[in-house]
């Protein structure tokens, strides 16, 4: 398994910060990560436990589709998905922490397990990881920063509503099984 972790400041209050997590749980976010083409819901909007999307990625010169799902979702903290299908077992943890009112640090957390022939390249993910997640976590910061104006001050409510987020959904953590 190759895992990494990494935390960024971001100059943003944690309720923003946090809706914007979630807006880009739906939406494509080309300046964060450029090789999603599109994400899709599977089911029911606002975003919440449980909640599938197809993902449309361009790796390698090759288009996929994936599936994955909200396994924690713990407005304005907390969020995690993880792929359901492909060549290996993704999943993504966002914590979101406020520093002051007016910027935030998100610990970004990512384990990746290899499937079959695949398994021998672990490694080579376990050396590339740290650096491609540190490198999307910048350009996280630089999306939520641009979209984001200064000194917006909004409450966590009005994140969540402006982010398809249903304040009203449980806290919980799906689990494999």
């Known amino acids: 398994m190759s895992r990494s972790k ?3 400041t971001i100059h943003r209050p944690a309720d923003v910060v946090f809706a914007s997590l979630v807006s880009h749980t739906w939406r494509n976010e080309p300046a964060w990560e450029p090789e999603v083409l599109e994400v ?4 029911t909007v606002p975003l919440r436990l449980g909640s599938r999307m197809a993902m449309v990625r361009k790796e ?3 288009v996929f589709t994936t599936t994955y799902e909200v396994s924690a979702f713990e407005p304005p903290r907390r969020i995690a998905a993880r792929h359901l299908d492909g060549p290996m077992a993704f999943a993504i943890e966002f914590i979101v922490d406020p520093v002051d009112a007016s910027s935030s640090t998100v610990t970004v957390a990512v384990d990746i397990r290899l499937h079959g022939w695949m398994r021998l390249l672990t490694p080579a993910f376990s050396l590339m990881g740290p650096r491609r997640n540190a490198k999307i976590a910048r350009q996280m910061v630089v999306a939520i920063e641009e979209s984001t104006p ?7 409510m009005e994140s969540a509503m402006a982010a398809d987020v249903d304040p009203d959904q449980s806290v919980g953590i799906l689990t494999a099984g």
């Open 150 to 156: 200064l000194g917006q001050a909004t409450t966590a």
């Open 40 to 43: 899709r819901p599977e089911g």
């Open 60 to 62: 390698s010169g090759k």
């Open 6 to 8: 990494v935390c960024v």
